[in-house]
């Protein structure tokens, strides 16, 4: 009973990687024909790098005690045949957990302990220390050991006042959100600070990441959690109870932590069986959970058809049993609909515009390297065929004007040498720009001007100036990278002019990804930087934690848009040694043929033919390239429809305790 979003996921991932043997036919064929200059390595590298990377992630946030972690059961681990995540009465998930699938890794739980708080490190930063994380293997890979290692994201600890203050769980100004104290005066918190899950189950391996946040106090203490996962999900699951409503904490975590991402948002009124009452009639009960619907609909201000009433316990039973009517009653298939419906569009639709966008790229350099060596096949042809009937004498001028002209072509070594060093100087100055120097140069700037108001109430002025830093910085970066362009476009027209080269610049790259990713960064920082949180970042460190955090996100930002750059700069000027490359070669063949036909008169007329031939082949050769790169095209324009993927027969599955086929052999390759 494989639900519909899984099995869009596979049919997604499946398409992703056709577009992916697309590509790599493609490479194959430039290899082969001698095409593949070091700058469509890179391209090529790096589309097949962001192809085989796309991530589908999920967030589901909720208070606790809502039904939240069976839900994600229910929806993607019920082929399990148990429940995988805790979903036990009370609170169960009490950390942020990551559900995703690495190859390069083994599978396994990593824990961050609580304490990991106290350092001077970002959250991303710690990621790569793996001496700091407890890690749980998971040798066996079947639902049972998986299960029991994520039921150590329910343990706690107890601390002291004190050391609950520095961990960010007790604040005197707010004691309503401090946690209960028990009778030697500690405090319960969480043990782990973060808990990422590397399993390699069928939707995983297909690039689904599902996030599982703990409630309200840990979203607020952990700003990395609000600032940078719950940012990056491409669709938020709010989940709330139908026997409890929006409560007032459940309304604190929409405004402060969900509002404003209108399409992004789902909302799931779980535990619609609580609802059921002997002395009242189904249409009675049904009747309440649609006022109930209504009721979250209008207090969170969002569209009705955006509230699905569930029961995630119903929908886990129901799919473990096989029964589907049963599944059809807990009502959970309208929110898989929902999901699929408007997710699958929106990667499909991004995953194929880096499709064609790269191949385009790639196309463009064959077809003009393709039609530069034609070019220098029809100079011969014309060179060749005016030998017809000449003397000797005469073939012996054209070889040694040949070998004149080869000497002369060398001269633009020089002027290559002084087009590299300029275009070094300058790709400097964009790459200072974007660099990670500058930025924490910059958050630098913002700590100042923070530090120098009372109470912090300055952080948020200084955030918003530091923004405008920020895409001022892009734009100079684009600026610069523009200069480039027009720098070697007019050297590129001189030296095809002087020396015969068919040397193009590609347009520069847009900043516009990054600068939506700085305007999501600026929108979310800007948020919890408001006089609600003051109190926090007024607290000892926390300052210091949140700038380090800002930092890292800043940071990938930019080396994203730097590497973006780099790679443009690396193949635009790559054509100019795979150029060098072909003159030297076709002045080689243009002297070699003049010294058989010297020697020969019957080698005139077989040169002849040889480079006709040469020129058919360039011909195949480019109607290749445009077969190619057109069925990527086709194929990119064409990803799998839902009546496709009902078709589809399920076969996605978890493997069982006792069973005896790996998961990875069940589910098929990696994605």
């Not at 909720?62 to 929806?75: D, H």
């Not at 535990?271 to 969170?300: F, Y």
């Not at 030998?387 to 004498?393: C, E, P, Q």
Request: aromatic fraction near 6%; proline fraction near 4%; charge should be neutral.
């Amino acid at each position: 009973m494989t639900s519909t979003l899984a099995r869009r996921l596979d049919a997604l991932a499946d398409w992703r990687r056709a577009l992916d043997r697309a590509v790599e036919q493609f490479a194959t064929f430039l290899g082969d024909h001698e095409l593949r200059d070091s700058g469509a390595v890179v391209q090529i590298d790096a589309l097949r790098q962001r192809l085989a990377s796309d991530r589908l992630v999920l967030a589901f946030v909720a208070e606790f005690s809502r039904g939240k972690s069976e839900l994600i059961n229910a929806i993607f681990f019920a082929d399990a045949g148990r429940r995988v995540l805790p979903a036990t009465p009370g609170r169960t998930t009490m950390c942020p957990v990551e559900l995703a699938w690495d190859a390069e890794q083994p599978a396994g739980v990593s824990l961050l302990p609580i304490d990991t708080r106290l350092r001077a490190m970002s959250l991303a930063d710690l990621r790569e220390r793996a001496d700091l994380w407890k890690r749980i293997e998971l040798p066996a890979l079947d639902a049972g050991p998986l299960a029991d290692a994520l039921a150590e994201v329910k343990r706690t600890i107890n601390v002291s006042v004190e050391e609950a203050r520095a961990l960010g769980f007790w604040n005197e100004e707010h004691p309503e959100d401090n946690p209960p104290q028990s009778a030697d005066g500690k405090v319960e918190v969480p043990a782990w600070r973060h808990a990422l899950i590397n399993y390699p189950h069928p939707l995983l391996k297909r690039g689904l990441v599902v996030i599982d946040t703990p409630g309200l106090n840990a979203i607020g203490a952990e700003p990395e959690l609000t600032l940078g996962l719950l940012p990056s999900a491409h669709a938020t699951v709010f989940v709330l109870g139908a026997d409890t409503g929006v409560t007032k904490s459940d309304l604190e975590i929409w405004r402060e932590h969900l509002d404003g991402r209108a399409l992004e948002r789902f909302v799931v009124l779980n535990k619609i069986d609580t609802l059921a009452d002997p002395l009242s009639s189904a249409a009675e009960v049904q009747a309440q959970v649609q006022r109930q619907c209504e009721q979250v609909a209008q207090t969170l201000q969002v569209d009705a058809q955006r509230v699905f009433p569930l029961s995630a316990r119903d929908a886990l039973a129901a799919r473990v049993a096989g029964q589907a009517d049963a599944l059809a009653a807990s009502r959970l298939p309208a929110l898989e609909e929902a999901l699929a419906a408007q997710l699958m569009p929106q990667r499909s639709a991004v995953i194929g515009r880096i499709a064609v966008d790269g191949m385009a790229m790639l196309q463009q350099q064959a077809v003009r390297r393709l039609n530069d060596q034609r070019r220098q096949t029809a100079e011969q042809m014309a060179e060749l065929r005016g030998l017809r009937g000449k003397s000797g004498a005469k073939v012996k001028l054209m070889l040694e004007r040949a070998q004149a002209d080869s000497a002369d072509f060398e001269r633009c070594t020089v002027r290559l040498s002084a087009l590299k060093a300029v275009h070094t100087r300058q790709l400097k100055q964009v790459m200072m720009l974007l660099s990670s120097d500058r930025v924490r140069e910059e958050v630098e700037q913002m700590r100042k001007a923070s530090d120098a108001s009372w109470f912090k109430l300055g952080a948020r002025k200084a955030f918003i100036a530091l923004s405008e830093r920020m895409r001022a910085l892009l734009a100079q970066s684009t600026q610069k990278a523009s200069e480039i362009e027009q720098m070697l476009g007019g050297t590129f027209r001189q030296l095809n002019a002087d020396f015969g080269f068919a040397l193009a610049t590609s347009p520069v790259p847009s900043m516009e990804r990054y600068e939506r990713e700085l305007a999501l960064i600026e929108s979310s920082y800007t948020r919890y930087l408001g006089a609600a949180n003051a109190w926090r970042l007024a607290e000892p460190g926390f300052m210091d934690h949140f700038l380090r955090m800002l930092v890292s996100k800043l940071r990938v930002v930019f080396e994203n848009a730097a590497g973006d750059v780099e790679m443009w700069s690396k193949s635009t000027t790559a054509q100019i040694e795979s150029q060098l490359r072909d003159r030297r070669r076709g002045f080689k063949r243009r002297r070699e043929a003049l010294e058989r036909i010297q020697s020969a008169a019957g080698d005139l007329e077989r040169r002849i033919a040889e480079v006709q031939a040469q020129d058919d082949r360039l011909n195949q050769w480019l109607a290749k390239v445009d077969t190619l790169s057109g069925a990527l095209r086709d194929l990119a324009a064409s990803p799998p429809s839902a009546d496709e993927v009902a078709d589809r027969a399920p076969h996605l599955s978890l493997v069982r305790t006792g069973a005896s086929t790996a998961p990875a052999e069940a589910a098929g390759s990696v994605a």
